[in-house]
């Protein structure tokens, strides 16, 4: 299974924020959208991860004035990216080998699809569930 059929289930809706948005105001978009991460966009390009992460780091290192500073001042920087050929596999292997939960989606230019730790996980578990129960019905009709 590539990322690109991760998207197919999960959908290419991409909620990202500009890198002049103020820390304030990505903390209220993942609030609002119950996220842990948006991609930085700077003209349709991914310049940085924005995540809860950063935000404890940033509060920690600058106090409450920290909310007021411009999101490219604590992003991660440069994003891990993967594009839609990428295995399941893969871009787990990635992840984990990076220390990252969230990868931006790119085909050329575009942003296609942002992706979770999560939405992978949930696939290998689906699927390997379902290995299980095709295991379990071969095994009942011997």
């Known amino acids: 299974m590539t990322i690109a059929g991760i998207l197919e289930g999960k959908g290419h809706d991409v909620v990202s924020?500009?890198?002049?948005?103020?820390?304030?105001?990505?903390?209220a978009?993942?609030?609002?959208?119950?996220?842990?991460?948006?991609?930085?966009?700077?003209?349709?390009?991914?310049?940085?991860?924005?995540?809860?992460?950063?935000?404890?780091?940033?509060?920690?290192?600058?106090?409450?004035?920290?909310?007021?500073?411009?999101?490219?001042?604590?992003?991660?920087?440069?994003?891990?990216?993967?594009?839609?050929?990428?295995?399941?596999?893969?871009?787990?292997?990635?992840?984990?080998r990076r220390r990252i939960r969230h990868l931006p989606v790119i085909d050329g230019q575009a942003v296609i699809g942002f992706i979770s730790i999560g939405d992978l996980v949930k696939y290998r578990i689906d699927r390997i569930e379902s290995e299980a129960e095709a295991m379990r019905a071969y095994i009942q009709a011997a």
Not at 17 to 27: P, Y
């Open 29 to 96: 978009l993942l609030a609002a959208r119950r996220i842990g991460a948006v991609p930085v966009l700077d003209n349709g390009q991914v310049v940085g991860i924005f995540s809860e992460r950063d935000v404890i780091h940033c509060i920690e290192r600058e106090g409450a004035i920290g909310l007021e500073l411009p999101v490219s001042r604590v992003m991660t920087a440069p994003a891990i990216t993967v594009g839609p050929e990428e295995t399941v596999l893969g871009a787990l292997a990635l992840m984990t």
């Open 17 to 27: 924020i500009a890198s002049t948005s103020t820390v304030a105001e990505a903390v």
